[in-house]
RNA sequence: GUGGAUGUAGCUCAGCUGGUAGAGCUCCGGAUUGUGGAUCCGGCGGCCGUGGGUUCAAGUCCCAUCAUCCACCCCA
């Protein structure tokens, strides 16, 4: 037996890297007033059909879209922003203060041949900014991120920033990206034909050279914004430049959701082989109207965890496992039931402790109780039980006292120092 | 969906032109009749991915299949 195809799981040892990522998410998130949110694991299909958009790939051919008992079509998330969006119409998020600032830490589902940073389950961060056209709000969002990869120490990472434009300036550019793609088309690769009649605009994502070199011609998006675009994008590109946050203009940033508009971003990180996205994002004025909401404009990004943890640990960034505060060292049958009321009684005073169960020698105990960090050794034996005193062992100075069973466990806690609320069940 | 590489102990791997498995790490024990992090010694642990085929004999050769990894597509 084996996990599926794509996913995986996450054992103890990895947890403490993660938390981290989350721990910092968490708090950059919270410094800016996003509240968070969790959505169910799956959705009606048509959420997402409607949402992402059904010439997108994701909806074309990488959803995990099946039929419940009662032959409703459901599909587990994707991405995230759709099942927000919902959210926020669903419970008349409308009639809050504007904007409603929401953040999510999700499993995500795709069914793509897995790869070097790519699983058909992972987890991503991810923040929405629904209710403001305002845009700091962008400029807000792209510095969440970089916040929380600087915070982090994630290697190498290069903005890319664009604008998709809206309804007052791409139809017209589409068309003349579509004449300019139709006059060339002879020479362009086959995806690139079948593109250019499907969504014009992901051309750009062609890495084939000769299609490279064919639209560097190409009229750009970027240059080609209407008065409203453009005063858009030259305010959230000057918040940037006052934050010293560089970006790079690309016109050929091309995102693989429907729903962008104006503004777009994606953060890369050199370290990360051919999936070197590490998140992205943009505004999309038009979802919450298309998801049946009044007209609400609002932009989001998402940032894959998996994909920042191998940044992280190709910088050699890890994080510390959670140790073992004290150890009980239980030698002999007869000393058993002493040493578990000990364990409990350390336990309840918020101590972590643990004992042997593997019926270890004396030597094995206390070995284990160096791999497992403790700072104290507490041993029961015999001449323990007859003096009615336990030995405590200092683990780092080598130094051992013989403390009454009686209050041991305050001692140590003592010891230890420190503030202990537990006693939830001593 | 397409292409390439790889599948031998829990982990990382060795095993030449076919002769029925080995190392390091981990784990357990011993050297220290009740005491760790160093060293030394010993032990546990493998239907050599799976199914066929060739052969007296297959981890080793052939075919198929499954899985993993990497890349394409696309994305986090």
Known sequence: MQAPKGTYDILPADQPLRERVLGEARRIFASAGYGRISTPTFEDTSLFERGVGSSSDIVRKEMYTFQDKGGRSLTLKPEGTAPVVRAYVQHGMHKLPQPVKLWYHERMFRFERPQAG????????????????????????????????????????????????????????????SAFLHQSSGELCGDCRERALLNPLRVFDCKN???????????????????????????????????????????????????????????????????????????????????GGPATPAAGFGTGMERIVLALESAGVSAAPATIEVFVMILGDAARAAGSQQLHRLRGLGIAAETDYAGRSPKGQMKQANRLGARYAVIIGDEELAAGAATVRDMQLGEQESVAFDGLARHVAGRLGGNRGGTAWA
């Not at 790519?118 to 991120?145: N, V």
């Not at 994630?154 to 589409?174: E, K, T």
């Not at 240059?223 to 010293?244: A, E, R």
């Open 209 to 291: 050279e000769s299609c490279e070199a064919i639209l560097a011609d190409a009229p750009k998006l970027i240059d080609n914004l209407c008065d409203g675009c453009q005063q858009h994008f030259d305010s959230v590109t000057g918040l940037l430049d006052m934050f010293g946050r560089s970006y790079r203009l690309d016109g050929t940033l091309v995102r693989g959701f429907d729903y962008y508009t104006r503004t777009t971003f994606e953060y890369e990180c050199a370290r990360l082989g051919a999936q070197k996205g590490i998140g992205g994002g943009g505004r999309y004025d038009n979802l919450v109207s298309e998801l």
């Open 118 to 177: 790519r699983f058909r389950e992972h987890y991503q961060l991810g923040a929405e900014a629904i209710g403001s056209a305002d845009p700091a709000l962008d400029a807000e969002l792209i510095m969440m991120m970089s916040g929380i990869y600087e915070a982090l120490g994630v290697p190498d990472v290069a903005l890319r920033l664009s604008s998709m434009g809206d309804a007052g300036c791409r139809p017209a550019y589409v068309e003349r990206l």
